[in-house]
């Protein structure tokens, strides 16, 4: 089992950043790929980024691509995910996720956080 925890949620207005963290704890070498989710109110969960523990294979969503950047201390186990120019439609609850070979989909990861929910207001 690997068990996930997020923070570094909250509210903030359009234009400024957060950084969001996940931490990692438990069997993390069952797990390859870390990545994060988020969940807009009344619609489905959509992929944002992904990395491997290793550091490599990044990828993101078009629609946070050259605003977000996914990093990860494996010293520390944690994940991140730096935020910059928050927008309104960046409101959602973000998972943080734990897969070996996780893309896109949430069926390829086997683990998931709580969530921790970022609000960008206008």
């Known amino acids: 089992q690997v068990q996930l925890v997020e923070s570094g949620g909250g509210l903030v207005q359009a234009g400024a950043s957060l950084r969001l963290s996940c931490a990692a704890s438990g069997r993390t070498f069952s797990s390859n790929v870390m990545g994060w989710f988020r969940q807009a109110p009344g619609k489905e969960r959509d992929f944002v980024a992904r990395i491997t523990w290793s550091g490599g294979n990044l990828f993101y969503a078009d629609s946070v691509k050259g605003r977000f950047t996914i990093s990860r201390d494996n010293a520390k186990n944690t994940v991140y995910l730096q935020m910059n120019s928050l927008k309104p439609e960046d409101t959602a609850v973000y998972y943080c996720?734990?897969?070996?070979?996780?893309?896109?989909?949430?069926?390829?990861?086997?683990?998931w956080g709580q969530g921790t929910q970022v609000t960008v207001s206008s």
């Open positions: 996720a734990a897969g070996m070979i996780g893309g896109t989909k949430e069926y390829e990861y086997y683990y």
